[in-house]
């Protein structure tokens, strides 16, 4: 955690990327579609494990790392038909081949969280509440505010114990004159 923002460790990612690297070893002949259906269920996993951090540029080059991989799989494996290389593999190509994205997943969640927090906005406004801003003159008018109910508390709390020390010295009094 950095000044109030998650993000993710450095160990985690190297050890996303061990997986990945794994799952796309040369050596290991599976067909295209397997390959594609084990890196997506890792980047499924991962992507909805991580969306709440604040982790766009790491999503990006995990993106990039595991296409990298993935085209590097495509071209050199043996039974593939696929032997133009990088060229004819493009993002887009990757992506119609059905391979996930990091950054799809965290752009959805955080249009989602966006459209759901317009629309509390919105019904508060509509029922004539005040929609919550982070306007910081609005927040220190409200730090104000508190200090003041703050401060009014105890001025009541003073003048109760003034009362009772006054009756007190009153009853006090009494009891000396009889």
Not at 35 to 57: D, E, M, P
Not at 135 to 164: A, H, M, S
Request: net charge positive; proline share 1%; aromatic share 8%.
């Amino acid at each position: 955690m950095n000044a109030g923002y998650f993000t993710i460790s450095e160990e985690k990612i190297e050890e996303f990327k061990k997986k990945i690297i794994k799952l796309t070893y040369l050596t290991k002949k599976k067909p295209e579609k397997a390959v594609i259906k084990s890196l997506n269920n890792q980047i499924l996993g991962f992507g909805h494990y991580y969306k709440f951090a604040n982790c766009k540029r790491v999503y990006e080059e995990l993106d990039a790392f595991i296409r990298m991989r993935l085209r590097r799989y495509l071209s050199r494996n043996k039974n593939s038909k696929n032997r133009e290389g990088n060229l004819l593999l493009t993002n887009e190509t990757l992506k119609n081949l059905g391979l996930k994205s990091l950054l799809e997943i965290k752009e959805k969640y955080t249009s989602k969280r966006k459209h759901i927090f317009g629309k509390i906005a919105k019904n508060k406004r509509e029922t004539g509440q005040k929609a919550k801003s982070s306007n910081w003159r609005e927040l220190e008018n409200l730090e104000l505010k508190y200090q003041q109910k703050v401060i009014l508390e105890q001025l009541k709390q003073l003048t109760t114990l003034t009362k009772k020390l006054e009756k007190r010295i009153v009853n006090l009094e009494r009891k000396l004159d009889k």
